[in-house]
Nanobody, 122 residues
Framework: QVHLVESGGGLVQAGGSLRLSCAAS????????MGWYRQAHGKERELVAG???????NYLDSVKGRFTISRDNAKNTVYLQMDSLNPEDTAVYYC????????????????WGQGTQVAVSS
């Protein structure tokens, strides 16, 4: 089993910053991708930012220039630095990882954290 634990959410005013972290633990063989999704109340889940094991970055258009994703492969940890937050960023943010466990063979698995709340007031 692989477990993802998120931290760093909270309540901030518009224009403020938060830094989210997500640490993966368990029977990890390899992680090919780690990223952050978010789901606002009554809205569909969307990919905010992702980073592959090779360092390829992807961002949601609305967060480009404001959010920065980074990783520490040795610690199996991914971070999301969120600057210039606005109320539209309010959502539950979920960590996601795609990889293989120690006993999964060649099968790729999808893992999710429990989510951390980000609330931005106007």
């Amino acid at each position: 089993q692989v477990h993802l634990v998120e931290s760093g959410g909270g309540l901030v005013q518009a224009g403020g910053s938060l830094r989210l972290s997500c640490a993966a633990s368990g029977s990890i063989f390899s992680i090919n991708f780690m990223g952050w999704y978010r789901q606002a109340h009554g809205k569909e889940r969307e990919l905010v930012a992702g980073i592959s094991s090779g360092g390829i970055l992807n961002y949601l258009d609305s967060v480009k220039g404001r959010f920065t994703i980074s990783r520490d492969n040795a610690k199996n940890t991914v971070y999301l630095q969120m600057d210039s937050l606005n109320p539209e960023d309010t959502a539950v943010y979920y960590c996601n990882a795609i990889g293989r466990t120690g006993n999964s063979g060649g099968r790729m698995n999808n893992f999710w954290g429990q989510g951390t709340q980000v609330a931005v007031s106007s």
